[in-house]
C-alpha cells in the first residue's frame, strides 16, 4: 500500500476473502492499481459489514517482501536460482516425463492444500490432472480434517458434497461440539458473522451449549459442557440413545425423510450410559438433560468441527451427529440442519461427472478406502517408500504445507527428498516448499478472478459472487490454474476429467475453468440459459456487478427430496459400516497409557491461517509466542510454573514449547497447543517468533486414524510433558 498522489480517481472494487471459509465481502479502494485499502463491504448479503484482521490485513501479504515472485530452482547446495518461466516448466515437463516413461503416470501426485478451495481454476485443474493421468495420489488437506463428513455425506444424501448446515439465524437451540467459530469463523459452514449470529440465538430466548474439552473463546459466551477429547461419538450415541428409550424421536421425519432407519435401535442397543460419561467425562444426567432439551427445542441444530473430525472416530461422529439431526426433525427444516442453495449447482454437475464416491477404490499400500477420488495423506511416506507399481515418484505440492501440517511431519519431509521431483506452488518459501526443486509461485487472490467455489454450497445467506482480479500480478507471478495446465500440455495431457477432454486437446481444444463454470452457472437452476432466462445469472452478468448479489434471505428447507442423489431419494441411514464402527468404538479403550498420561488437542489463534499469515507484522503481535494451555491440577502435579518452557513428548516425537499457560480454561487432562508454529525458510519474521511444530508429536499409522475414511489423527493424543525451567536456566 502506498501513499503516493495521483490524479487518477480513486475507485471502489468489491471482492471476497479468500482466507478462510467465512468468504467476508469486502470493498478494496484502489488508484493507480495501488491497494489504497481493504475494508469490510457492508452490503455483502452473507458478511454484512463483518471482516476480520486477516481479511483486512491482505494487501500487506501480496505486498510482502519475502513474497516469491519468480520461479526458483533449486541448486545442489541448497540454495535456489531464479529462473525464467520458460525453463522452469520446459525442464519440469522433461523431468516428469522420464519419470512417467520408467514408472508410468501413476506415479505422479498431486497434494492440495486449503488455499485450492479459494481458486476455482486451480480446483478443477488439480482434479482434471489426476483424472487425466488416472494416479491414485491425489492427496488433499481435507484428509486432515473434513473425509469424515465428505464420506458420510456420500452414503446418506449420495455425493461427497452434500453437506448440511445448521440454521443458526433461526434456531431455539445450537449444539456446537468441537468447533471455535468465535476464533475461526466456521469451517463447513458459511455464515456470515458467525459469532453475532450464534449470539443472536441466545439474545432471541434461545440456547447454545458449547462441547469442548477447553473453555474456549466460544464457550467463553455461552453454555460450556467439557469433554474429555474424543469423547464425541460416545456423547452423541448416548444422546441418541436417550432420546430413542425415552421416545422423544421424531418417528414421522424419520420415515418420511430416510430409508433404513432400523438401522438406529441396533446401533444402540448395547450403548451404555455409564461407559459413555465415562469415556466423555459428562456426567450420565448432563448426558440426559442434554438429549432432552436438545429433542424438546421447537427447533435444534448440532453442528460440530475440528474438535469432533480430526479423531480416530471421525466418521462415526459425523454420522451420529447427522442423526441426532434427523432423528429429532431438524433435518431440511427452519432452525435446523439445512441444505443450502450455491448459485453454481456444483454438487448436482459432480453427481452428473460420477466424480463423487465412496470407496470405489483402495490405496496401495495401506488399502484405505478412497474418498472423493482422493487417498489420505496418512499414507504418504508408505507410498513413497514401498517398491512396486504404482509406487510415488513425483509430487505437486499445490498451496499447501504438509511438513508442518500433516502428522508425522518429520516422517513426510523424511520421505519427500525421496522423490525423484518435488514441485511446490506457494507463495513463500516454507518448511515445504523449501525441499522442492522447482517452486512456482502464484497469483494470490487479489490478484485474480474468483467466485467462491467452495463456500456457496455452505451459505447461510445463498447468494452469488463472481470478481476479476482486483489487483495486477505483482513480480512474474502466474495464476496456480495457469501453472497446472502448463504442466499439462508438456506431459501430453488436458487437466479436465469430462468424456472428451483428452480428445478436444488433441484437437488443441483446452476450454477453461471460467468458460466451464460458466456454462455450469448458465444452464443451471440460478443461470441466463444462455439468453432463455434474462434475469438469470451468467459469468459475465457477475463479473459487470460491483458486489454479491443476493438470492434468498436464508437456507431454504423443504428441498429435501430436491436435492438428494440417493436412489430413492431419501437420506439413506443403513450402511454396513456405521455397524462395524460402532462396534469398533464400544470395543476400544478410553483409558489413558500411563506413560502418556495427558491429551493434547490442538488450538487455533485469531490472525492466523494454519501455517501462514505468520508473516505479516500487523498480525504478529509483538509478544506472539506459542503457549501450552495446561489445567492448574496438572500443572502442580507435573511441576509446572507459570511461563515455564516445557518439553512434550508422545509415542512418535518430542518437541519444545516456549510458554506454560495455566489456566482453569482446559478440562484437567487435557492441554491445548497450537498448530502452525516452528517455521524454516524465506519466510523471516515467521521464522523469527520460533515456536515448535505440534505434528512432531503427531502419527501417521494407518491404524491410528479414522479408518473408514483415513482421516489423520491430531487431536486427543497421549503425551507427557516437563518442564525445562531448570535446563534452560542452568543453560543460560
Ligand atoms: N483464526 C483462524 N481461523 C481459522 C483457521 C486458523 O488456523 N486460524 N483455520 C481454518 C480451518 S482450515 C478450519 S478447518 C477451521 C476450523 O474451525 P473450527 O473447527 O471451528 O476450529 P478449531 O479451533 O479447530 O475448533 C475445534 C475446537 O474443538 C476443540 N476440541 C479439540 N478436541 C476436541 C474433542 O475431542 N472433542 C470436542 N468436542 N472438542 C474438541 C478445541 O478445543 C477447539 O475449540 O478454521 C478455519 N479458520
Ligand atoms: N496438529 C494439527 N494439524 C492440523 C490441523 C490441526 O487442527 N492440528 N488442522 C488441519 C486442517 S483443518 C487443515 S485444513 C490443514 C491445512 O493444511 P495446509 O493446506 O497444508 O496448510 P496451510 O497452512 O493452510 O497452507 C497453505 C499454504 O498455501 C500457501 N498459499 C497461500 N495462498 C496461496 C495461493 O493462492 N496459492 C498457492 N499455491 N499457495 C498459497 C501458504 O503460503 C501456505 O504455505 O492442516 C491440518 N493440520
Ligand atoms: S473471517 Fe475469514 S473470510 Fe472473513 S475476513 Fe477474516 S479471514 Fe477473510
Ligand atoms: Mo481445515
Not at 334 to 357: N, V, Y
Not at 613 to 638: E, F, G, M
Amino acid at each position: 500500500m502506498n501513499n503516493k498522489r495521483s490524479s487518477s480517481p480513486r475507485i471502489d472494487k468489491k471482492l471476497f476473502c479468500g482466507v478462510c471459509e467465512s468468504s467476508c465481502g469486502l470493498v478494496a479502494t484502489i488508484q493507480d492499481d495501488d491497494l489504497i485499502k481493504l475494508r469490510p463491504d457492508p452490503g455483502h448479503p452473507n458478511s454484512k459489514g463483518f471482516a476480520c484482521s486477516k481479511g483486512l490485513a491482505f494487501g500487506a501479504v501480496r505486498d510482502d517482501s519475502d513474497r516469491v515472485l519468480q520461479p526458483l530452482k533449486r541448486t545442489d547446495d541448497g540454495s535456489f536460482v531464479a529462473v525464467s518461466w520458460e525453463q522452469a516448466l520446459d525442464e519440469i515437463g522433461e523431468r516428469l516425463n522420464a519419470i512417467i516413461k520408467v514408472h508410468g503416470r501413476e506415479s505422479i501426485g498431486l497434494y492440495q492444500g486449503n488455499s485450492v478451495a479459494w481458486n476455482f481454476g486451480a480446483f478443477l485443474n488439480l482434479f482434471g490432472m489426476a483424472g487425466a493421468l488416472k494416479t491414485k495420489h491425489l492427496y488433499s488437506a481435507a484428509s486432515i480434517d473434513i473425509n469424515g463428513y465428505w464420506l458420510v455425506s456420500q452414503l446418506l444424501y449420495g455425493s461427497n458434497f452434500l453437506n448440511p448446515v445448521p440454521d443458526i439465524a433461526r434456531t431455539d437451540f445450537m449444539l456446537c461440539i468441537g468447533a471455535n467459530p468465535a476464533v475461526s469463523h466456521g469451517s463447513m459452514a458459511n455464515i456470515g458473522r458467525f459469532r453475532d449470529t450464534m449470539l443472536g440465538v441466545t439474545a432471541r430466548g434461545g440456547r447454545v451449549v458449547v462441547i469442548d474439552p477447553r473453555r474456549s473463546e466460544t464457550a467463553e459466551l455461552f453454555e460450556h459442557l467439557p469433554i474429555r477429547p474424543n469423547g464425541d461419538a460416545w456423547l452423541l450415541a448416548a444422546m441418541l440413545k436417550v432420546i430413542f428409550d425415552e421416545g422423544l424421536a421424531d418417528l414421522g421425519a424419520l420415515q418420511r425423510q430416510t430409508s433404513g432407519s432400523e438401522i438406529i435401535t441396533d446401533l444402540l442397543a448395547p450403548v451404555s450410559l455409564a461407559q459413555a460419561s465415562d469415556a466423555a467425562g459428562i456426567p450420565v444426567a448432563d448426558i440426559q438433560q442434554l438429549a432432552r432439551d436438545f429433542a424438546a427445542a421447537p427447533s435444534a441444530c448440532a453442528y460440530g468441527r475440528c474438535g469432533m473430525s480430526i479423531g480416530p472416530f471421525a466418521t462415526l461422529s459425523k454420522y451420529l451427529l447427522d442423526v441426532l439431526n434427523i432423528a429429532t426433525g431438524n433435518l431440511d427444516r427452519e432452525g435446523g440442519w439445512c441444505f443450502a442453495r450455491p448459485f453454481i449447482d456444483l454438487e448436482a454437475l459432480m453427481h452428473q461427472l460420477k466424480s463423487t464416491g465412496y470407496d470405489r477404490w483402495r490405496t496401495r499400500v495401506d488399502g484405505f478406502p478412497e474418498v472423493a477420488g482422493t487417498a489420505p495423506v496418512v499414507s504418504i511416506p508408505r507410498e513413497i517408500t514401498t517398491p512396486g507399481k504404482g509406487q510415488l515418484r513425483a509430487m505437486m505440492v499445490i498451496g499447501a504445507n504438509p511438513a508442518t501440517s500433516s502428522p508425522a511431519a518429520g516422517e513426510l519431509r523424511d520421505a519427500f527428498k525421496q522423490l525423484d521431483l518435488l514441485i511446490s506452488q506457494d507463495i513463500y518459501i516454507t518448511e515445504t516448499s523449501r525441499m522442492a526443486d522447482y517452486i512456482l509461485p502464484p497469483t494470490t487472490w487479489l490478484e485474480r478472478e474468483g467466485f467462491p467455489i467452495f463456500t456457496q454450497s455452505h451459505s447461510g445467506v445463498p447468494h452469488a459472487q463472481w470478481v476479476g482480479p482486483t489487483l495486477k500480478a505483482r513480480g512474474d507471478v502466474r495464476d496456480d490454474a495457469w501453472i497446472m495446465d502448463e504442466i499439462s500440455k508438456r506431459i501430453g495431457i488436458v487437466p479436465a476429467d469430462f468424456p472428451g477432454a483428452q480428445l478436444l486437446g488433441k484437437l488443441g481444444l483446452r476450454p477453461s475453468p471460467s468458460f466451464l463454470m460458466d456454462v455450469g452457472l448458465r444452464t443451471g437452476p440460478e443461470g441466463d440459459w444462455f439468453g432463455l432466462r434474462p434475469s438469470g445469472l451468467s459469468r459475465k452478468k457477475l463479473l459487470n456487478n460491483n458486489g454479491a448479489i443476493k438470492l434468498a434471505n436464508g437456507l431454504p428447507t423443504g428441498v429435501l427430496n430436491k436435492r438428494m442423489f440417493t436412489k430413492d431419494k431419501k437420506v439413506n441411514l443403513d450402511h454396513a459400516l456405521f455397524r462395524t464402527e460402532m462396534a469398533r468404538l464400544l470395543a476400544s479403550s478410553f483409558a489413558q497409557d500411563e506413560n502418556y498420561p495427558l491429551s493434547l488437542i490442538s488450538q487455533r489463534e485469531l490472525r492466523s491461517q494454519n501455517t501462514w499469515l505468520h508473516n505479516i507484522s500487523k498480525l504478529v503481535v509483538a509478544d506472539r509466542v506459542q503457549r501450552l494451555r495446561i489445567h492448574p491440577t496438572d500443572a502442580a502435579r507435573y511441576g509446572i510454573e507459570e511461563g515455564d518452557p516445557v518439553e512434550i513428548s508422545s509415542p512418535y516425537g518430542q518437541i519444545r514449547v516456549p510458554e506454560a499457560r495455566i489456566s482453569d480454561e482446559m478440562m484437567p487432562g487435557s492441554l491445548a497447543l497450537p498448530h502452525g508454529w516452528g517455521h524454516e525458510g524465506g519466510w523471516q519474521r515467521a521464522v523469527a517468533v520460533g515456536g515448535a511444530g505440534y505434528n512432531q508429536l503427531t502419527t501417521n499409522r494407518a491404524d491410528s486414524a479414522d479408518l473408514p475414511s483415513g482421516n489423520a489423527t491430531v487431536n486427543g493424543i497421549s503425551v507427557r510433558i516437563r518442564s525445562l525451567r531448570d535446563v534452560v536456566e542452568m543453560a543460560s
